[in-house]
């Protein structure tokens, strides 16, 4: 009966097992990656992204808690925030103030981001190292820009070399490039230089346009951009189109084409019958 | 003319009084302008959450109805005006039925679409705060003036034969003679009388084919400036017209074997009437069914994705029975009947009449509803219920009872008034007796 028993215990010791272990196979693989963005020099942030592998393909994941870090991945200290995963995978943290002082006590710096162990991912991590750059932009009266990289040694900001760079000008929906050039490498001064050829593009009302520069997915500088806002547009004056005459205006504002034809249209007809009404009255009055 | 042959087409058209069938006849159609009356007050108390119209299907029968009763008035423009102009006289005695039937059904288009206004009691915003731009403008400018001219081109042709009804005091009622004497006492059969209004008809007659095209082409409109599939055509304007022209045309096949056969008219409405009425059907019969060939061919060939939905719903899906209901009953067996001489005799021609008519009335409901059940998004989180649409009882209710109207003021008209015109008829035999002489 004892030995009955005890196989009982076996059997259903054994399935527990093999369903906590099926259940641990059932976790997926998270995938951490981030990158480092100062923006015109005032604005710094991090982008964490997380994604998994499913059916072999990469989907983002959403809604996973991350820490990050500077220079270290544990301490409290060194915590600069949390954010979550929005639907593209994304958790974006601004720097906080809070972080000058860790900032400034080194040229290189080492962020760390953490995730949030879940019922479906394990904790995962992901590092980045900057080195301290700064991208800087000036203009010449013959429309070329001049575009300086720098990096940080010690206390001197250096010119750094053979960094690949783009010049563009700021457009709603994108960067539209200032001649056929895309993209430009710097020389031994850590510059380039690139001349406007877009002339009359639209710029605001009074032909202002925003150039930038831009440092990607540099593996030592991260992602820096720098701005300069130049008279070199044409003048564009918004003019409302609400009270146009148009066919999908409000009521009274159609179209003086429409109205003349239409009021036309209606006042003839209108008038033949009038007129034969009144041929009703002369009938009647020679039937006097 | 001998006075004896004047005196038996005057006895003959007369208007006579209802016996036991009329009587029954207009009481049944009472009856379901009564029944249509009560639901649409019931409609009225409730709002239009009474009818199977929702988010998507928003226009449901009695916009199809709106469609139809436009559509089948345009007849009095073609035989009274087209007809007239190109000095066609076999159509003499279809005039005045042409003209009622497109009085009639103009009047009720106008109701029918207030039925469909949830708050009709704004109705009056129309035209306070109405947009030039809109289609919805134009119909109410386009059916106000038809209908005007229409009953203008009723009226100047019936002021000699109310004379001649004044004269026959013994065959109207007290108030029916009153009636003549207010519209045509002064009529004296002056010779400046006759030119005035010859004139009159003649500039109505002209005035009336643009008012007609332009009445049906403003309510394919209604659909046509809509980016939707199934309505997003330049062809829509042509389309409706050839199809009003066919329903009004079959009407009025139906209404000739009707007055026909109930008030003895064999002399005036003859084969020879079927026979070319039979003729013109058969020929615009065709002439629609070419131009459903293109409204369908064409996105049938190209197949973009929403238009597929659509087609596939009217060919092979949900409105497939409908769809070849409509086809079959309103083009192709009519044409099959009236292509041959006997199907052109007044049974089957009036049989080929009544299918093109209640074809035409589905057509209508395959043109309006199919396409807002097929919207370019997909419904998503709606009711099941959203997904279809099938008429209320009080939707059929107020339809029934909206044709049954139409068909009730074309039954007293012909009760008051000759519905075959006396005085042009008798011109008309007296000059056809003077060139054979």
């Known amino acids: 009966m004892n030995t009955i028993k005890n196989k009982y215990i076996v059997v259903i010791l054994l399935s527990f097992f093999s369903i906590a272990s099926f259940a641990q196979d059932a976790k997926n693989d998270l995938m951490l990656s981030m990158g480092y963005y100062n923006n015109n020099n005032l604005t710094q942030y991090l982008v964490a992204h997380a994604k998994t592998k499913i059916d072999g393909k990469f989907q983002m994941v959403p809604d996973v808690a991350i820490k990050f870090y500077i220079n270290n991945d544990s301490a409290a200290t060194n915590l600069l925030g949390t954010a979550v995963t929005n639907d593209k995978g994304d958790a974006i943290l601004m720097m906080p103030p809070s972080a000058k002082a860790e900032w400034m006590k080194s040229v290189k710096h080492t962020f760390a981001i953490v995730s949030t162990p879940s019922k479906l991912y394990d904790e995962a991590k992901a590092t980045v190292d900057v080195s301290k750059a700064k991208l800087k932009i000036d203009t010449t009266d013959d429309k070329k820009l001049i575009v300086t990289l720098l990096e940080l040694k010690d206390t001197a900001w250096v010119p750094v070399k053979a960094v690949d760079l783009k010049v563009a000008i700021k457009r709603l929906d994108g960067d539209l490039n200032v001649n056929e050039t895309a993209t430009y490498t710097t020389d031994s001064t850590g510059t380039i230089t690139a001349e406007f050829k877009r002339d009359s593009l639209p710029g605001d009302k009074d032909g202002n346009l925003t150039l930038i520069a831009k440092v990607e997915d540099n593996d030592i500088y991260g992602n820096l951009t720098a701005e300069k806002v130049v008279k070199w547009g044409s003048k564009f004056q918004y003019v409302s189109q609400f009270d146009r005459r148009t066919l999908f205006a409000r009521r009274g504002h159609s179209p003086w084409w429409l109205e003349l034809l239409a009021y036309a249209i209606v006042v003839s007809v209108w008038g033949v019958l009038i007129y034969l009404v009144g041929q009703i009255k002369k009938i009647k009055k020679l039937g006097v | ?437």
């Open chain 2, 1 to 437: 003319m001998q006075n004896l042959e004047k005196e038996q087409i005057i006895q003959d058209l007369l208007p006579q009084e209802f016996g036991k069938q009329g009587k029954i006849w207009v009481a049944c159609l009472i009856g379901l302008c009564l029944i249509g009356f009560g639901a649409y007050c019931h409609q009225l108390s409730k709002g239009l959450v009474v009818t199977a119209m929702r988010d998507y299907a928003s226009w449901g029968i009695y916009i199809s109805n709106f469609v139809f009763f436009v559509a089948i008035s345009l007849v009095g423009s073609l035989i009274t005006a087209v007809l007239r102009l190109t000095d066609v006289h076999w159509s003499t005695p279809l005039t005045r039925i042409a003209e009622i039937i497109a009085v009639s059904a103009i009047t009720f288009a106008s109701i029918i679409i207030v039925v469909d206004m949830g708050r009709p009691d704004r109705f009056y915003n129309l035209f306070l705060h109405g947009r030039l731009q809109s289609p919805i403008v134009w119909d109410v400018i386009v059916i106000t003036t038809y209908f005007f001219i229409s009953i203008l081109l009723l009226y100047f042709p019936l002021l000699p034969d109310l004379k001649i009804m004044l004269q026959y005091k013994e065959r109207t009622s007290k108030w029916m003679y009153k009636l003549y004497t207010f519209l045509g006492s002064f009529w004296k059969d002056k010779p400046e009388q006759f030119k005035i209004t010859d004139k009159a008809i003649n500039i109505l007659s002209i005035t009336i084919i643009p008012v007609a095209f332009s009445i049906h082409t403003v309510t394919s409109w209604l659909f046509a400036t809509t980016y939707r599939p199934g309505w997003d055509s330049t062809n829509f304007g042509a389309y409706f017209i050839s199809g009003a022209f066919l329903v009004g045309s079959g009407g009025v096949l139906v209404a000739m074997y009707v007055f026909r056969s109930h008030y003895n008219l064999k002399k005036y409405i003859t084969y020879d009437h079927f026979d070319k009425m039979g003729k013109v059907v058969v020929m615009l019969a065709l002439l629609y069914l070419y131009f459903n060939v293109n409204e369908f061919l064409v996105p049938a060939f190209k197949m973009k994705k929403p238009e597929e939905e659509h087609l596939k719903g009217l060919f092979t899906g949900e409105f497939a029975p409908i769809f070849w209901f409509a086809i079959t009953t309103s083009m192709l067996l009519p044409i099959l009947i009236l292509v041959t001489k006997k199907g052109r005799r007044p049974f089957p021609a009036f049989i080929a009449g009544i299918l093109v008519v209640i074809g035409s009335w589905f057509k209508r409901y395959i043109i309006v509803t199919p396409t807002l059940l097929h919207p370019f998004l997909p419904m998503r989180d709606v009711p099941a219920s959203y997904h279809h649409y099938f008429p209320t009882w009080e939707e059929w209710a107020i339809c029934i009872g909206s044709l049954a109207g139409a068909l009730l003021v074309i039954t007293f008209f012909a009760r008051i008034f000759p519905i075959i015109p006396i005085h042009e008829t008798i011109t008309e035999t007296e000059e056809h007796e003077h060139d054979k002489k």
